[in-house]
């Protein structure tokens, strides 16, 4: 039962751009977290409530649209991707340095993968055809 469905998900995550995805994903949750996340030093909190709240919070939500869609409609990974590039730079800027740099460094990988992406496979040459070249490429003494 956990094998079929570790495979059923293997299948899946094949067909679309999984991992560009997850790193789009992971940046968008670390450019919303600082802004909405006090962090407790023993009696001291020490918090990051600016303006910059509201445009991680935008910023964060479109870069988490940008995932799903990867996932769920894998021909639109060109604009996916192309938006999500466009988004973390602006990060970087308006955030927080886009999460201190991990967010816009992660949502720019993850773009980067998603144009990357292609549903074709790969084509291997078949065995004969390189017997060919290499005799081709051979220098023959004169």
């Not at 802004?35 to 919070?57: E, R």
Request: hydrophobic share 55%; proline share 5%.
């Amino acid at each position: 039962m956990l094998l079929r469905a570790w495979r059923g998900f293997t299948a899946w995550r094949r067909g679309r751009p999984f991992w560009a995805g997850l790193f789009v994903a992971a940046g968008a949750f670390v450019v919303l977290f600082p802004p909405f996340v006090g962090v407790k030093l023993g009696h001291m909190v020490i918090s990051i409530q600016t303006i910059g709240g509201t445009s991680a919070l935008l910023i964060g939500a479109l870069l988490t649209i940008c995932a799903v869609s990867l996932w769920v409609q894998p021909k639109f990974r060109l604009a996916a991707g192309i938006v999500t590039v466009l988004l973390s730079l602006v990060a970087l800027v308006v955030t927080n340095l886009g999460g201190f740099l991990v967010g816009t460094i992660l949502s720019l990988l993850g773009g980067a993968l998603a144009i990357a992406w292609t549903d074709e496979p790969k084509k291997a040459a078949r065995p004969a055809e390189r017997e060919d070249d290499q005799e081709t490429q051979r220098v023959q003494p004169t």
